[in-house]
Protein backbone atom coordinates (compact mmCIF):
# COMPACT_ATOMS: atom_id res chain seq x y z
CA UNK A 1 0.00 0.00 0.00
CA UNK A 2 0.81 3.55 -0.28
CA UNK A 3 1.67 5.88 3.08
CA UNK A 4 2.93 8.93 3.40
CA UNK A 5 6.42 8.84 5.61
CA UNK A 6 9.49 10.78 7.27
CA UNK A 7 12.13 8.57 6.49
CA UNK A 8 15.19 10.48 7.60
CA UNK A 9 15.96 13.52 9.83
CA UNK A 10 15.75 16.75 7.89
CA UNK A 11 14.46 15.20 4.89
CA UNK A 12 10.69 16.00 3.26
CA UNK A 13 8.37 13.58 3.06
CA UNK A 14 7.94 11.19 0.99
CA UNK A 15 5.35 8.74 -0.57
CA UNK A 16 6.52 4.97 -0.40
CA UNK A 17 5.52 1.66 -0.64
CA UNK A 18 4.96 -0.50 2.40
CA UNK A 19 3.24 -3.51 3.55
CA UNK A 20 -0.36 -3.40 4.06
CA UNK A 21 -0.76 -3.92 8.02
CA UNK A 22 -3.04 -7.51 9.30
CA UNK A 23 -4.43 -6.98 12.66
CA UNK A 24 -3.79 -9.09 15.42
CA UNK A 25 -6.22 -10.03 18.15
CA UNK A 26 -7.93 -6.74 19.90
CA UNK A 27 -6.95 -4.97 16.80
CA UNK A 28 -8.94 -2.98 14.41
CA UNK A 29 -7.84 -2.46 10.55
CA UNK A 30 -9.43 0.72 8.82
CA UNK A 31 -9.49 1.42 5.10
CA UNK A 32 -8.42 5.25 5.54
CA UNK A 33 -11.14 7.54 3.86
CA UNK A 34 -9.27 11.04 5.20
CA UNK A 35 -6.31 12.03 6.72
CA UNK A 36 -5.66 15.29 8.27
CA UNK A 37 -2.44 17.18 7.50
CA UNK A 38 -1.03 19.22 10.74
CA UNK A 39 1.28 21.80 11.66
CA UNK A 40 2.76 19.16 14.48
CA UNK A 41 4.29 17.01 11.89
CA UNK A 42 6.40 19.94 10.68
CA UNK A 43 7.25 20.16 14.20
CA UNK A 44 8.25 16.84 14.85
CA UNK A 45 9.90 16.92 11.46
CA UNK A 46 12.37 19.58 12.26
CA UNK A 47 13.70 17.74 15.50
CA UNK A 48 17.12 16.97 15.44
CA UNK A 49 17.57 13.69 16.06
CA UNK A 50 18.22 13.55 19.60
CA UNK A 51 15.00 14.88 19.95
CA UNK A 52 12.89 12.69 18.10
CA UNK A 53 11.57 9.72 20.51
CA UNK A 54 11.02 6.90 18.21
CA UNK A 55 12.68 5.20 15.16
CA UNK A 56 12.39 6.19 11.59
CA UNK A 57 10.75 5.69 9.12
CA UNK A 58 7.28 7.13 11.05
CA UNK A 59 4.31 7.13 8.93
CA UNK A 60 2.76 10.56 9.17
CA UNK A 61 -0.71 11.45 10.42
CA UNK A 62 -2.36 11.85 13.08
CA UNK A 63 -5.72 12.43 12.00
CA UNK A 64 -7.74 9.71 10.50
CA UNK A 65 -10.89 8.35 9.60
CA UNK A 66 -11.87 5.21 7.97
CA UNK A 67 -14.59 2.36 7.01
CA UNK A 68 -13.19 -0.81 9.28
CA UNK A 69 -11.55 -3.43 6.71
CA UNK A 70 -11.21 -6.17 8.80
CA UNK A 71 -11.41 -7.10 12.57
CA UNK A 72 -8.94 -9.18 14.96
CA UNK A 73 -9.71 -11.72 17.17
CA UNK A 74 -11.81 -10.66 19.96
CA UNK A 75 -12.92 -7.09 18.60
CA UNK A 76 -16.79 -6.89 19.22
CA UNK A 77 -18.96 -4.06 18.42
CA UNK A 78 -17.70 -3.19 14.99
CA UNK A 79 -18.72 -4.28 11.60
CA UNK A 80 -17.07 -4.79 8.60
CA UNK A 81 -17.91 -1.59 6.70
CA UNK A 82 -18.91 1.23 9.63
CA UNK A 83 -17.78 4.72 9.10
CA UNK A 84 -14.92 5.62 12.27
CA UNK A 85 -13.01 8.35 13.42
CA UNK A 86 -9.71 7.47 15.64
CA UNK A 87 -9.26 9.15 18.60
CA UNK A 88 -5.54 9.76 18.45
CA UNK A 89 -3.92 10.06 21.94
CA UNK A 90 -3.64 6.75 22.71
CA UNK A 91 -2.74 5.42 26.28
CA UNK A 92 -2.81 2.21 28.30
CA UNK A 93 -6.13 2.25 29.52
CA UNK A 94 -6.12 1.20 32.80
CA UNK A 95 -4.44 4.51 34.79
CA UNK A 96 -6.40 6.78 36.81
CA UNK A 97 -6.58 9.20 33.67
CA UNK A 98 -7.44 6.61 31.25
CA UNK A 99 -10.07 5.15 33.55
CA UNK A 100 -11.78 8.90 33.10
CA UNK A 101 -11.32 8.82 28.98
CA UNK A 102 -8.14 11.52 29.57
CA UNK A 103 -5.77 9.03 27.62
CA UNK A 104 -4.31 12.34 26.56
CA UNK A 105 -3.02 12.48 30.10
CA UNK A 106 -2.14 8.70 29.94
CA UNK A 107 0.09 8.46 33.35
CA UNK A 108 2.28 5.49 31.52
CA UNK A 109 2.26 6.01 27.83
CA UNK A 110 5.80 7.27 28.11
CA UNK A 111 6.58 4.15 30.53
CA UNK A 112 5.04 1.82 28.22
CA UNK A 113 6.32 3.05 25.35
CA UNK A 114 2.46 3.95 23.92
CA UNK A 115 2.63 6.76 21.26
CA UNK A 116 -0.21 8.17 18.84
CA UNK A 117 -0.83 7.27 15.28
CA UNK A 118 1.37 9.51 13.35
CA UNK A 119 3.55 10.08 15.87
CA UNK A 120 5.30 7.44 17.00
CA UNK A 121 3.25 4.59 15.79
CA UNK A 122 2.49 4.31 12.12
CA UNK A 123 -0.75 7.07 11.38
CA UNK A 124 -3.33 7.36 9.00
CA UNK A 125 -1.55 9.22 6.19
CA UNK A 126 -1.95 5.86 4.29
CA UNK A 127 -4.50 3.69 2.41
CA UNK A 128 -4.70 1.29 5.47
CA UNK A 129 -4.73 1.55 9.10
CA UNK A 130 -4.09 -0.27 12.24
CA UNK A 131 -5.74 0.83 15.37
CA UNK A 132 -4.70 -0.76 18.18
CA UNK A 133 -8.12 -1.10 20.46
CA UNK A 134 -11.65 -0.44 19.02
CA UNK A 135 -11.86 2.00 22.05
CA UNK A 136 -9.94 4.30 19.83
CA UNK A 137 -13.03 4.66 17.23
CA UNK A 138 -15.64 6.42 17.79
CA UNK A 139 -18.64 5.83 15.32
CA UNK A 140 -18.91 8.99 12.57
CA UNK A 141 -22.59 7.91 11.39
CA UNK A 142 -23.83 10.42 8.90
CA UNK A 143 -20.82 12.88 9.19
CA UNK A 144 -18.48 13.17 6.17
CA UNK A 145 -15.61 11.85 7.22
CA UNK A 146 -13.40 14.55 4.72
CA UNK A 147 -15.12 17.05 6.97
CA UNK A 148 -15.36 15.40 9.94
CA UNK A 149 -11.48 13.75 10.41
CA UNK A 150 -9.82 17.54 11.23
CA UNK A 151 -12.09 17.40 14.57
CA UNK A 152 -10.25 14.41 15.85
CA UNK A 153 -7.42 17.45 16.59
CA UNK A 154 -8.12 20.10 15.00
CA UNK A 155 -11.74 20.38 16.58
CA UNK A 156 -10.93 18.29 19.99
CA UNK A 157 -7.80 20.42 20.96
CA UNK A 158 -9.73 23.77 21.01
CA UNK A 159 -12.27 22.38 22.46
CA UNK A 160 -10.57 21.05 25.33
CA UNK A 161 -8.82 24.20 25.68
CA UNK A 162 -12.25 26.31 25.46
CA UNK A 163 -14.33 23.70 27.84
CA UNK A 164 -12.57 24.61 30.77
CA UNK A 165 -12.31 28.42 30.40
CA UNK A 166 -16.20 28.40 29.88
CA UNK A 167 -17.02 30.00 33.40
CA UNK A 168 -14.72 33.12 32.27
CA UNK A 169 -16.76 33.53 29.27
CA UNK A 170 -19.67 35.09 30.65
CA UNK A 171 -22.06 37.85 29.26
CA UNK A 172 -20.00 40.74 28.30
CA UNK A 173 -16.45 38.70 28.66
CA UNK A 174 -13.76 38.92 25.51
CA UNK A 175 -11.60 35.74 24.19
CA UNK A 176 -9.13 36.05 21.95
CA UNK A 177 -8.01 33.40 19.43
CA UNK A 178 -4.29 34.06 18.04
CA UNK A 179 -4.13 31.81 14.98
CA UNK A 180 -7.28 31.62 12.88
CA UNK A 181 -5.61 28.47 11.10
CA UNK A 182 -6.69 24.57 11.03
CA UNK A 183 -7.28 25.05 14.84
CA UNK A 184 -7.63 28.29 15.19
CA UNK A 185 -10.72 29.07 12.93
CA UNK A 186 -12.75 26.10 14.62
CA UNK A 187 -12.02 27.31 18.11
CA UNK A 188 -13.89 30.66 16.77
CA UNK A 189 -16.70 28.47 15.78
CA UNK A 190 -16.76 26.74 18.94
CA UNK A 191 -16.35 30.28 21.05
CA UNK A 192 -19.74 31.17 19.37
CA UNK A 193 -21.42 27.68 19.70
CA UNK A 194 -20.89 27.82 23.45
CA UNK A 195 -20.34 30.90 24.77
CA UNK A 196 -21.87 34.41 24.70
CA UNK A 197 -18.06 36.08 24.54
CA UNK A 198 -17.16 38.48 22.07
CA UNK A 199 -14.59 36.60 19.68
CA UNK A 200 -11.33 38.70 18.61
CA UNK A 201 -9.27 36.88 15.70
CA UNK A 202 -5.56 37.44 15.22
CA UNK A 203 -3.33 36.66 12.45
CA UNK A 204 -1.01 37.76 10.20
CA UNK A 205 -2.35 37.43 7.06
CA UNK A 206 -5.74 39.24 5.02
CA UNK A 207 -6.70 35.04 3.57
CA UNK A 208 -6.69 34.19 7.18
CA UNK A 209 -8.73 37.59 9.07
CA UNK A 210 -11.05 37.03 6.68
CA UNK A 211 -11.41 33.25 7.13
CA UNK A 212 -11.95 34.55 10.67
CA UNK A 213 -14.69 36.77 9.87
CA UNK A 214 -16.53 33.97 7.70
CA UNK A 215 -16.59 31.66 10.55
CA UNK A 216 -17.91 34.36 13.32
CA UNK A 217 -15.11 36.56 14.50
CA UNK A 218 -16.74 39.89 16.20
CA UNK A 219 -13.51 41.49 15.70
CA UNK A 220 -10.26 40.98 13.68
CA UNK A 221 -6.46 42.28 14.59
CA UNK A 222 -3.18 42.20 12.50
CA UNK A 223 -1.23 39.95 14.97
CA UNK A 224 2.16 41.88 15.44
CA UNK A 225 3.95 43.75 18.13
CA UNK A 226 0.98 46.69 18.80
CA UNK A 227 -2.06 43.73 18.57
CA UNK A 228 -1.99 43.02 22.58
CA UNK A 229 -2.47 46.87 22.62
CA UNK A 230 -5.29 47.18 19.93
CA UNK A 231 -7.33 44.30 22.14
CA UNK A 232 -6.74 46.31 24.87
CA UNK A 233 -8.22 49.11 23.72
CA UNK A 234 -11.04 47.08 21.87
CA UNK A 235 -11.68 45.83 25.77
CA UNK A 236 -12.11 49.35 27.21
CA UNK A 237 -8.67 48.59 29.13
CA UNK A 238 -9.21 45.64 30.78
CA UNK A 239 -8.31 42.88 28.08
CA UNK A 240 -9.27 39.35 27.25
CA UNK A 241 -10.85 37.03 29.64
CA UNK A 242 -9.99 34.34 27.81
CA UNK A 243 -7.08 34.12 25.29
CA UNK A 244 -6.65 30.61 22.97
CA UNK A 245 -2.81 30.82 21.26
CA UNK A 246 -2.84 28.26 18.80
CA UNK A 247 0.40 29.25 17.16
CA UNK A 248 2.72 28.90 20.69
CA UNK A 249 5.42 31.32 19.14
CA UNK A 250 7.31 33.57 20.95
CA UNK A 251 6.08 36.48 19.75
CA UNK A 252 2.66 35.38 20.21
CA UNK A 253 2.68 33.86 23.92
CA UNK A 254 3.97 37.82 24.38
CA UNK A 255 0.85 38.71 22.93
CA UNK A 256 -1.09 36.28 24.76
CA UNK A 257 -0.38 37.15 28.44
CA UNK A 258 -0.13 41.18 27.14
CA UNK A 259 -3.91 41.58 26.30
CA UNK A 260 -4.97 39.20 29.05
CA UNK A 261 -7.72 40.65 31.65
CA UNK A 262 -7.32 39.97 35.41
CA UNK A 263 -7.79 36.44 36.40
CA UNK A 264 -8.04 35.15 32.74
CA UNK A 265 -7.58 32.13 31.59
CA UNK A 266 -4.05 32.15 28.96
CA UNK A 267 -3.77 28.34 27.23
CA UNK A 268 -0.94 28.32 24.82
CA UNK A 269 -2.00 25.23 22.53
CA UNK A 270 0.34 25.26 19.58
CA UNK A 271 3.64 24.07 19.80
CA UNK A 272 5.81 27.02 18.39
CA UNK A 273 8.32 27.00 21.06
CA UNK A 274 7.26 30.08 23.24
CA UNK A 275 7.04 29.84 26.73
CA UNK A 276 5.28 32.41 29.04
CA UNK A 277 7.00 34.73 31.51
CA UNK A 278 4.57 33.90 34.57
CA UNK A 279 4.76 35.24 38.15
CA UNK A 280 3.99 38.47 40.35
CA UNK A 281 4.16 41.49 38.36
CA UNK A 282 4.41 39.90 34.89
CA UNK A 283 0.93 38.65 34.32
CA UNK A 284 -1.86 40.12 35.47
CA UNK A 285 -3.11 39.33 38.63
CA UNK A 286 -4.53 35.73 39.15
CA UNK A 287 -4.35 34.86 35.53
CA UNK A 288 -3.77 31.36 35.14
CA UNK A 289 -1.94 30.05 32.57
CA UNK A 290 -2.25 26.19 30.62
CA UNK A 291 -0.76 24.36 28.10
CA UNK A 292 -3.53 21.50 27.14
CA UNK A 293 -2.73 18.81 24.98
CA UNK A 294 -5.26 17.37 22.70
CA UNK A 295 -8.79 16.03 24.69
CA UNK A 296 -10.75 13.33 26.15
CA UNK A 297 -12.45 10.31 24.26
CA UNK A 298 -15.70 11.73 25.61
CA UNK A 299 -15.08 15.37 24.42
CA UNK A 300 -14.17 13.93 20.99
CA UNK A 301 -17.92 12.28 20.77
CA UNK A 302 -18.98 15.86 22.20
CA UNK A 303 -17.41 17.47 19.64
CA UNK A 304 -18.78 15.23 16.80
CA UNK A 305 -22.01 15.68 18.06
CA UNK A 306 -21.68 19.38 17.40
CA UNK A 307 -20.86 19.31 13.81
CA UNK A 308 -23.62 16.92 13.59
CA UNK A 309 -25.81 19.68 14.91
CA UNK A 310 -24.11 22.10 12.64
CA UNK A 311 -22.60 24.34 15.09
CA UNK A 312 -18.97 23.84 13.34
CA UNK A 313 -18.25 23.56 10.01
CA UNK A 314 -14.46 22.80 8.87
CA UNK A 315 -13.22 25.15 5.97
CA UNK A 316 -10.80 21.89 4.31
CA UNK A 317 -8.85 21.72 1.15
CA UNK A 318 -8.54 18.16 -0.29
CA UNK A 319 -5.72 16.53 -1.78
CA UNK A 320 -4.33 13.09 -2.94
CA UNK A 321 -2.01 11.30 -1.44
CA UNK A 322 0.84 11.99 -4.11
CA UNK A 323 -0.22 15.60 -3.40
CA UNK A 324 0.84 15.28 0.36
CA UNK A 325 4.82 16.13 0.14
CA UNK A 326 3.58 19.66 -1.03
CA UNK A 327 0.69 19.97 1.14
CA UNK A 328 3.24 19.94 3.84
CA UNK A 329 5.47 22.36 1.73
CA UNK A 330 2.13 24.88 1.35
CA UNK A 331 0.90 24.59 5.35
CA UNK A 332 4.90 25.15 6.27
CA UNK A 333 4.81 28.52 4.08
CA UNK A 334 1.27 29.11 5.43
CA UNK A 335 -0.42 28.79 1.89
CA UNK A 336 -3.38 26.30 3.60
CA UNK A 337 -6.48 27.90 4.54
CA UNK A 338 -8.17 25.94 7.25
CA UNK A 339 -7.05 22.45 7.31
CA UNK A 340 -5.54 19.73 4.37
CA UNK A 341 -7.32 16.84 4.40
CA UNK A 342 -5.95 13.68 2.22
CA UNK A 343 -8.00 11.35 0.48
CA UNK A 344 -5.60 7.87 0.56
CA UNK A 345 -8.04 6.28 -2.17
CA UNK A 346 -9.08 9.52 -4.29
Same mark, same amino acid.
Given at each position: MKAVQYR????????? !?????????????? &? @???????? +??? %????????????PLPLTLGHEGAGTVAAL???? !???? @????? %????PWGCG +???????? &?? #????????????????GAPGALAEYLLVDDPRHLVPLGDLDPVTAVPLTDAGLTPYHAIKTALPK? /??? +? /??? @???????????????????? =??? $???????EKLELARQ?? =??? !? $???????? %? &??????GGTGAQAVFDFVGAPPTVTTATACAAVEAEISIVGIGGGAASV??? /???????????????RSELIEVLDLARSGAIDVHVETY???? =????????????? #???? @????? %?
Open positions: SVGAAPEVV !TVARPEPGPGQVLL &K @VTAAGVCH +SDI %AVMSWPAEAIPFGEGV !TGLS @VGDSV %AVYG +SCLMCAQG &KE #NYCLRAAELGIRPPGLL /TPG +S /TAV @VIGTGGLGHVAIQLLRALTP =ARV $VALDVTDVG =AHE !T $VRSDAQAA %A &KVRELTGFG /TVPYDAAVRSPYWGSTLDE =APEVYARLHDGRI #NGRA @VILPH %A
